[in-house]
Each structure stands twice: as structure tokens, then as C-alpha cells.
């Protein structure tokens, strides 16, 4: 089992800047691949970003690349999601999650879940 807590969320006006965090506990993350899901009120979870094992390799929803940075630090057992040029629609729950797949986007897909932080970016 792996244990996943978020952190980082707040309220931001539209073209700020956040950092969420998510810490793992139970099993080392390096076994991991590592995604960031967000779900708006009344919407589908969404993928918007993942890093394979090693950090190499990262992808991104279209609507956030070149916005949002993924990143991992595996001695620490960490997962980060640098958010900037923030904008309304931005506003959701971010969940991350830990799967085994080398390489996915699929919620389906990701084995563990954190519980969630609220990100609202107001106008």
C-alpha cells in the first residue's frame, strides 16, 4: 500500500503561481509512476500531468503544458506540480496518484490516491 498526501492548495488570483506537494508513505515512489488529476465542481476527473519512475519523461494535458511543472524527488519520497500563469478555470480539487504502468493517463490505470487539495484561482 502507499499512502499519498497533498499539500499546497489555497486561493491564488488569476496569473499566480503554486506549488502542491504530495508525500508518499508505505512504499518507496521510484516504484511508481506518479500522475496529478484535478476535478472542478460537476466535471470528470481530468488528467494534467505525469512523471515516469525516473523523472525523465513527463506529459502534460494540453490545457495546462507550458503553464505547469511536474516533478519528483524520489529521496524524499516527493511529487511536486509547480503551477503558474494561473487562470479561473484552474479552479478544482488536485488529486495525486501512483501507478504501475510505465507510462498512462487513465485515472483507471493509477492504483493510489491521495485525498485531495482545493486550488481556486480567482478572477
Known amino acids: 500500500q502507499v499512502q499519498l498526501v497533498e499539500s499546497g492548495g489555497g486561493l491564488v488570483q488569476a496569473g499566480g503561481s503554486l506549488t502542491l506537494s504530495c508525500a508518499a508513505s508505505g512504499r518507496t515512489l521510484s516504484n511508481y509512476l506518479m500522475g496529478w488529476f484535478r476535478q472542478a465542481p460537476g466535471k470528470e476527473r481530468e488528467f494534467v500531468a505525469a512523471?515516469?519512475?525516473?523523472?525523465?519523461?513527463?506529459n502534460y494535458a494540453d490545457s495546462v503544458k507550458g503553464r505547469f511543472t511536474i516533478s519528483r524527488d524520489n529521496a524524499k519520497n516527493t511529487v511536486y506540480l509547480h503551477m503558474a500563469s494561473l487562470k479561473p478555470e484552474d479552479t478544482a480539487v488536485y488529486y495525486c496518484?501512483?501507478?504501475?504502468?510505465?507510462?498512462?493517463?487513465?485515472?483507471?490505470?493509477?492504483?493510489?490516491w491521495g485525498q485531495g487539495t482545493q486550488v481556486t484561482v480567482s478572477s
Open positions: 496518484a501512483a501507478s504501475r504502468w510505465l507510462t498512462t493517463k487513465e485515472p483507471g490505470n493509477f492504483d493510489f
Open positions: 512523471i515516469n519512475r525516473n523523472g525523465a519523461i513527463t
